[in-house]
């Protein structure tokens, strides 16, 4: 059962257990084997001031980065200003990652908080790690709930280290090549829309700008262009020495393969069962957390990976995502 915290004042991770009073009455999913994950922190006022709050987290960011190592947290009905949680000096997470390879879905909504994947709401985005395409990815990314959707609109989330297990068990050969080949992501662009996208009709000026954000262009003698990242690592090793699932194959579509390509490092075409393997049990072993407006939800990029269920709408959720202020990545 996830723990409800009465105050948040202890200076380490035993004490902050030891703060520990009652639990909230949302459970993790009944398939969910791991009942430890997420951890979920709740004020104990129904309404804390942002500043205490803010000043509360400051004081206790060891105990509280050592919850995030291998989790997500939530913290329910905590606030109404989402940067709040990660502005000042000597804040919880202070150094902003940025937005290396473009937001093109995303519109910024007050520096450097930004909204969350616009992409039509019907649309599910399945599991994936935060720009886990590119060399230069968040550490940790945050959410924050302002406006909760009437139906559907769950975050997902699911440990990478368990997907790691079950896929090296079932489909060793598959996850044999993914630790040697690594990935590379890559869409096409017709002429029209690569010209648009990178502000020229020049190929060496969209090169040039395509590889600022770590993207590599091929182009093709029908007018279109191949826009691709990698290859990259698809397994990370964890501190704690064990590996984890970090990649984007949760948002392929076996079904629909122009929705996201997906290939070996060397080029090589991935096996369709081992795909449909990773997605069901991505979806089977996930963590739905139904939002309520003031939600935040803190998510471990190395560690954990997250998608967006279809809602109806309205929904609006911001994200921030940085990196740790730590000196070495999580």
């Known amino acids: 059962m996830f723990p409800r915290i009465s105050a948040i004042n202890p200076t380490d991770r035993a004490d902050l257990l030891a703060a520990v009073a009652e639990f909230v009455t949302d459970p993790p999913a009944a398939n969910h084997s791991n009942p430890s994950f997420p951890q979920v922190l709740v004020p104990g006022s129904d309404h804390p001031a942002l500043e205490a709050l803010a000043a509360a987290i400051r004081k206790n960011k060891p105990g509280l980065e050592s919850l995030l190592d291998s ?7 905590a606030s109404q200003e989402c940067r709040g949680f990660r502005d000042g000096d000597g804040g919880v997470w202070i150094q902003e990652h940025g937005i290396r390879g473009g937001r093109g879905d995303q519109d910024v909504y007050r520096r450097p908080v930004f909204t969350a994947n616009e992409l039509p709401l019907e ?22 709930c302002e406006i909760a959707p009437p139906e559907g609109g769950e975050t997902g989330i699911v440990q990478g280290r368990t997907v790691y297990d079950a896929m090296a068990r079932d489909y060793p050969e598959f996850v044999r090549n993914l630790e040697e080949k690594g990935l590379v992501y890559y869409n096409f662009l017709a002429e029209n829309e690569w010209k ?3 502000g020229t009709d020049d190929r060496s000026q969209a090169e040039l700008k395509a590889s600022k954000l770590s993207k590599k262009l091929q182009w093709l003698d029908d007018g279109r262009v191949k826009v691709y990242h990698g290859p990259r690592p698809a397994i990370k090793q964890l501190k704690e020495n064990s590996k984890t699932w970090f990649n984007n194959i949760g948002t392929s579509n076996p079904t629909t393969p122009n929705l996201r390509h997906l290939e070996y490092g060397d080029g090589t075409p991935l096996p369709l069962d081992a795909l449909k393997a990773s997605l069901a049990f ?7 957390h139904k939002w309520k407006p003031g939600d935040v939800m803190v998510v471990n990029n190395h560690a954990v990976l997250h998608s967006r269920h279809p809602s109806k709408p309205p929904r609006r959720l911001l994200v921030s995502d940085f990196l740790s202020c730590k000196k070495s990545r999580l």
Not at 72 to 77: E, H, L, P, Q
Not at 123 to 144: K, Q, S, T, W
Not at 282 to 288: G, I, L, R, S, Y
């Open 71 to 77: 989790s997500a947290r939530f913290s329910s009905g």
């Open 123 to 144: 649309i599910r985005i399945g599991f994936h790690n935060e720009m886990a395409y590119l060399p230069d990815y968040p550490d940790v990314v945050m959410f924050f």
């Open 196 to 198: 648009e996208k990178f």
């Open 282 to 288: 991505m979806n089977d072993h996930q963590v739905p």
